[in-house]
Each structure stands twice: as C-alpha cells, then as structure tokens.
C-alpha cells in the first residue's frame, strides 16, 4: 500500500466515524450543499456568462450563440451543447491535454440534465428549416476544484443560459443574416438543477466536497425541473444504491433542488 492509498483510508475512516455521530468534516448537515455564490454577466463579451463558486470549487460558463448547420435529422430544432475543462492551475492532479474520461462524463452529465429538461425550447431556434439554426454553446472552464464538479458546472451553465441574449437572423440570399436591434433571451421553459450525492459506507450526503468525493463508493446525480420532476440521473462509482436508497435521493433532490433554484432566479433577476 502506497502512502497515499493509506492517507486517502485515513481520510475515509475519519470522515466515516463522523458520519456515524451525524456529522460531516466541514460542519454540514448530511443533506446540506454548500454555500452557493453565482455571478452573472463575469465575461462582458460573451452572448451569456456566469461565475459560479460552491464551496471552494470555482467554475466560470461562457455561452456562445451562432447561426450553424441543423442536425440531419433535426432541421426543426436549434443546438444546444455543452463542454467542461479543468485548467491545470485547478488542482495539483490536473495536467494539459486532451480531456480524460472524468471530464467527458462531466460535460455530458451536464449536457444532459439541461437537455432532458428542455430548458431551451429548441423548436424556437430555427432560421430556415433544414438550413438554418442558433446553436447555444456552453463550454465551461474549471478554476477551482474541491469535488463534485457536477453541479457547480450544472449551476454555472444554467445561469449563463438564464443571462443570455440571443442575437437574430433571418436569411438573405440564402445566408442567414444578423438582423441588428433584435436581441432577445434565450426561450427558457424551466430551470433544472442538479444535486449531486455520494454514499460513504452506508450514509448519503450532499455536495460532497473534495475529501468526501476521494472517499465515496458510489455516488448519484439527479436533475430536477421547476415542477419537480426528475428529468436526468447518473451513478457512478463502484458501489451501488439500494432501491430505497434511489428513492431517498429522488426525496432529496427535489428538496434542496427547489432552494438552489430560488438562488438561480435571484441572481438572474439581479443581473437583469
């Protein structure tokens, strides 16, 4: 056993006995995320930003918006994709290069409970049918890291979407053209959120931070809508959740998803 590997036991077994007496090692309640700081509008020149800090993991979204090519077999609808990448500067783990498997999952969890949501009404996101479309771009860059990556990434990129304006085009000799004043916001129909949990020996806890996440056995993601329902999950790690297990987090999720999203409309009410 390597140095490391008995440090990471030690970390766990610490984390574990605190569990047992219903603690956690910064403090927080087993269902308790951490605090939450959105900022809006952090790069001037993007169609759509935001800074998001949970705990001391630290992500900022940029979004783009441009005319594009239609899916072939989506010319009725708009695109919508969305990237992570951690710099290097964000932990000492992290090195330059292409993205590793835990950075492709990161964005497509991401992708996907915005996605599966339909926070974008894609069907408004057409110039000329089979031609023509807006594509909405989210690529997020990760400057900070102390775990669960998922839902600060989630947060950050659906308050960069809550903050754009979308430009207008409409087509001209078969080009599709920028038509100047047209400015609008992007056609939201809900906010999802994302809450993320891990299971450390036989506990559940949310928004696990940088220690309990080297420390988990299997962990879940759930996205919620306004409405509260489930849209999108992703489980990972070796272990597994019992049936009854899922439908706690299924609880949980809807429950503290509902007070992460207050903190999403005020800050877009803010940046407004």
């Known amino acids: ?9 030690l970390k766990k077994s610490q984390i574990l006995e605190l569990l047992e007496q219903g603690k956690r090692v910064d403090g927080r309640a087993l269902d308790e995320p951490r605090k939450l700081m959105i900022e809006i509008n952090a790069i001037p020149k993007a169609n759509g930003s935001a800074r998001v800090r949970l705990g001391d993991s630290e992500v900022i979204c940029g979004v783009k918006i441009q005319p594009d090519r239609p899916f072939p077999d ?7 994709i969305c990237t992570a990448e951690l710099l290097p500067l964000s932990h000492p783990s992290v090195e330059t290069g292409p993205p590793g ?6 964005a497509r969890v991401v992708d996907r409970g915005i ?7 894609l069907s408004q996101l057409v110039i000329a049918k089979n031609k023509s479309v807006v594509g909405v771009f989210a690529d997020n860059v ?24 979308m430009p207008k085009w409409e087509m001209k000799d078969d080009v599709p053209t920028l038509v100047e004043g047209g400015e609008s916001s992007v056609p939201v ?3 999802p959120v994302s809450v993320t949990m891990g299971k450390i020996g036989n506990y559940i806890i949310v928004d696990p931070n940088g220690d309990e996440w080297d420390s988990m056995d299997a962990r879940i993601t759930i996205t ?23 439908i706690k987090c299924g609880e949980i999720s809807v429950k503290v998803g ?3 999203r207050e903190k999403l409309k005020q800050a877009k009410e803010g940046g407004q």
């Open 1 to 9: 056993m390597t140095s490391t590997s008995v440090i990471d036991e």
């Open 74 to 80: 989506m010319g009725d609808k708009g695109i919508f």
């Open 101 to 106: 498997p835990d950075v492709i999952e990161l």
């Open 115 to 121: 996605r599966e949501s339909h926070m974008i009404d």
């Open 142 to 165: 990760v400057v900070d890291y102390d775990g669960n990556l998922f839902d600060a990434c989630a947060y950050a990129t659906t308050a960069a979407i809550l903050s754009s304006k």
């Open 189 to 191: 129909t809900t906010i």
């Open 224 to 246: 919620t809508d306004s409405n509260g329902n489930i849209c999108a999950l992703q489980k990972g790690g070796i272990g597994g959740f019992t049936f009854d297990e899922v």
């Open 258 to 260: 509902s007070k992460i």
